[in-house]
């Protein structure tokens, strides 16, 4: 499965310079391609209702086409800790990112990049074995790898670099270059200057209909722009690469949620300073919905560009639950009513219709099953295992993936801090 070029022959050199910096293979004989897309946060208390009303039609043709149900999640629930178990199928005993930070020589949070993992992710083993991927936003991709593809760092999203308070489309910054190959950067960052929105979908945070009265509207709104990007961008890469597995985060509904979640939830689970009035509340979960309908939409797109021989995925990293952090904060995910978030998948090898237990799938499983989708071996040193759902042949297991080091592009940590670790204290992350 190689490149496929849809454009002028310029684009040709920017894929050479990506083999070239990534690491070179034969075409790798997968049963077609993957598409992964995590949903920071997202939560089966929204999305059954939803479905059973006909609010998510993408979510709802998934999981009738395969399988859906809960991912055992694991605590602490620290978004960086779980992603990266979930792109390496190890515990963070292994994989090395145990949290958001780690103190630095002065004493002050420094950011876990990159090079705080300390095993390969799915990525690097896939590169390393030909296949073309397109990992975009996942937590702990700065500074980007030098993977067999394309890599987009999760520092690009706005408030998150030092310096940058809207989302610009700039694709480097005092930090260092944060796509990888740079040479394709000019190229991804012109399709959010693109007009013609990517769905037909408004902003709910633009109209006047009553929230929580501590919820930051503006920052939200935000947050709406910064997932309809990250799609944007992940559905021009397919367009120019045609990769072989394609990874996307969108971390929108786990930052809502933390403002909006006395919504979803009955007045008494708050104490009586916390509690909103009526409308508020009615406010407050109609928001959180209507962004859930709008990640649908997203899937939509998403989905258009896989056929029935391609495995397609969707999962978040934990639930949400009632909770008061901070002043505002009313979600949280720490206790058992927030350990389970959403999986849903369809493709070649997965029963249509089927329903998983609770606790039968866990976020250290979903590497080992994607390898055994693709016909690979799981390695022995990995913690999960292949999903018992998945009707593939099986492969003789190996030792481990982890080997040949990972290269990544230059760069500055101590640029890299300030902005990001201001938006974690704000979501109640950092002290």
Same mark, same amino acid.
């Given at each position: ?16 310079? +990506? ?29 059954? %209702? ?9 979510? *709802?043709?998934? /999981?009738?086409?395969?399988? #859906?149900?809960?991912? $055992?999640? /694991? ?29 630095? %020589? ?52 706005? $408030? ?11 694709? *480097? ?21 693109? /007009? *013609? ?12 209909? =009553? ?11 935000? $947050? ?37 979640? =006395?919504?979803?939830? %009955?007045?008494? +689970? ?5 509690? #909103? ?129 990972? *290269? ?24």
């Amino acid at each position: 499965m190689g490149f496929v070029s849809s454009r002028a022959w310029g684009l040709v050199a920017v894929w050479v310079l +990506a083999a070239a910096v990534g690491c070179a293979g034969s075409d790798p004989e997968a049963p077609g391609r993957v598409l992964v897309v995590g949903l920071d946060g997202a939560s089966l208390r929204v999305i059954e %209702p939803m479905l059973k009303a006909g609010r998510l039609p993408n979510l *709802e043709r998934l /999981a009738r086409e395969g399988v #859906m149900g809960p991912l $055992r999640s /694991a605590m602490p629930m620290a978004s960086p800790r779980i992603w990266n178990t979930i792109a390496t199928g190890k515990g963070p005993w292994k994989h090395g990112v145990t949290d958001f930070a780690k103190p630095g %020589p002065d004493g002050k949070p420094r950011l876990l990049l990159s090079s705080d993992r300390q095993t390969h992710a799915i990525w690097n083993i896939l590169s390393e074995r030909g296949f073309d991927v397109s990992i975009v936003n996942l937590w702990n991709t700065y500074p980007p790898e030098k993977v067999h593809g394309v890599m987009v760092s999760d520092h690009l999203l706005s $408030r998150e670099v030092e310096g940058r308070e809207t989302f610009s489309g700039a694709a *480097e910054t005092p930090t260092g270059p944060l796509i990888h190959p740079e040479a394709l950067a000019p190229l991804l960052m012109a399709t959010l200057r693109d /007009a *013609e929105p990517l769905v037909d979908f408004a902003n709910p945070f633009e109209s006047d209909v =009553a929230i929580a009265p501590n919820a930051p509207r503006k920052v939200m709104a935000k $947050r709406f722009d910064e997932d309809l990007a990250l799609a944007r961008l992940t559905v021009e890469i397919d367009r120019e690469i045609r990769p072989d597995f394609t990874m996307l985060l969108l971390p929108g509904i786990d930052r809502i949620s933390h403002h909006l979640w =006395a919504g979803m939830e %009955p007045p008494e +689970a708050y104490p009586p300073y916390m509690r #909103m009035t009526d409308a508020q509340r009615l406010g407050s979960r109609a928001v959180v919905e209507a962004y859930y309908e709008f990640s649908d939409a997203l899937l939509g797109k998403l989905f258009a560009l896989y056929g029935p021989d391609d495995l397609v995925v969707v999962l978040s990293d934990h639930g949400f639950e009632a909770g008061v952090a901070l002043i505002s904060l009313t979600g949280i995910h720490e206790g058992q009513g927030a350990l389970d978030g959403v999986f849903f998948a369809r493709g070649p090898g997965i029963p249509a219709g089927g329903r998983l237990p609770k606790g039968s799938l866990r976020v250290v499983d979903i590497t080992p099953t994607l390898l055994a989708w693709l016909g690979l071996p799981v390695a022995r040193d990995m913690d999960g295992q292949v999903a018992t759902f998945l009707d593939r042949p099986s492969v003789a297991a190996i030792d481990s993936y982890d080997g040949p080091p990972i *290269e990544r592009l230059a760069h500055d940590p101590e640029n890299a801090n300030t902005k990001r670790i201001e938006e974690l204290r704000a979501l109640g992350y950092l002290e």
